[in-house]
T-cell receptor
Framework: DTTVKQNPRYKLARVGKPVNLICSQT?????MYWYQKKPNQAPKLLLF???????READTFEKFQSSRPNNSFCSLYIGSAGLEYSAMYLC?????????????FGHGTKLSVL | GEKVEQHESTLSVREGDSAVINCTYT??????FPWYKQEAGKSLHFVID?????DRKQSQRLIVLLDKKAKRFSLHITATQPEDSAIYFC??????????FGAGTKLSVKP
């Protein structure tokens, strides 16, 4: 099974409220990623886990948190949602570090912040 | 950090013609260049890649060219078919890092 699952597919959140997005994969991949995708823009890397090591992008360091309690599961947490967080959030995984490996993507979670 | 620019936001070709999508990158350390396809209502999926130790790779009707000097790479789709219609994303990365993506090219193949 080469799938990455994301839940939920759609999420509605209120400004100032927390948001937690979930991703899982059963391919025993070492690395899991979160990207933010807005219309007509490139998927923007937010962070990635290589095994248990979290790497966060400098410009989104304080806006997004993540946890990876086991190899299969990774979450993305927004402590206080703002309107600018409305986007598609894509989770992906790769067998090793993505610098040399193809990524497998989930369908994404569309977050709307009102 | 790495920035990837995808030059064509939309591209329209006739069925049977070739389509070319061009990307440039900024980080000379980048060594891995994958391409992904997103069909309507579906997630991104990998189609082909090229590594910096070669300058050309072909998989059936897909050809990827890499010009390291110009920091440019391109996807060529030959003998296009309607099912090639999709959004194509290029990406670039280097070892121990995560891929950075271009903004995507919407390819329309018209009968």
């Amino acid at each position: 099974d080469t799938t990455v699952k994301q839940n939920p597919r759609y999420k509605l959140a209120r400004v100032g409220k927390p948001v937690n997005l979930i991703c899982s994969q059963t391919m025993n991949h070492d690395t899991m990623y979160w990207y933010q995708k807005k219309p007509n823009q490139a998927p923007k890397l937010l962070l990635f886990y290589y095994d248990k090591i979290l790497n966060r992008e400098a410009d989104t360091f304080e806006k997004f948190q993540s946890s990876r309690p086991n190899n299969s599961f990774c979450s993305l947490y927004i402590g206080s949602a703002g309107l600018e967080y409305s986007a598609m959030y894509l989770c992906a995984s790769s067998r090793e570090q993505g610098g040399n490996e193809r990524l497998f993507f989930g369908h994404g979670t569309k977050l709307s912040v009102l | 950090g790495e920035k990837v620019e995808q030059h064509e936001s939309t591209l329209s070709v006739r069925e049977g013609d070739s389509a070319v999508i061009n990307c440039t990158y900024t980080d000379t350390a980048s060594s891995y260049f994958p391409w992904y396809k997103q069909e309507a209502g579906k997630s991104l999926h990998f189609v082909i890649d090229i590594r910096s130790n070669v300058d050309r790779k072909q998989s059936q009707r897909l050809i990827v060219l890499l010009d390291k000097k110009a920091k440019r790479f391109s996807l060529h789709i030959t003998a296009t078919q309607p099912e090639d219609s999709a959004i194509y994303f290029c990406a670039a990365s280097w070892s121990n890092n995560a891929p950075r993506f271009g903004a995507g090219t919407k390819l329309s193949v018209k009968p």
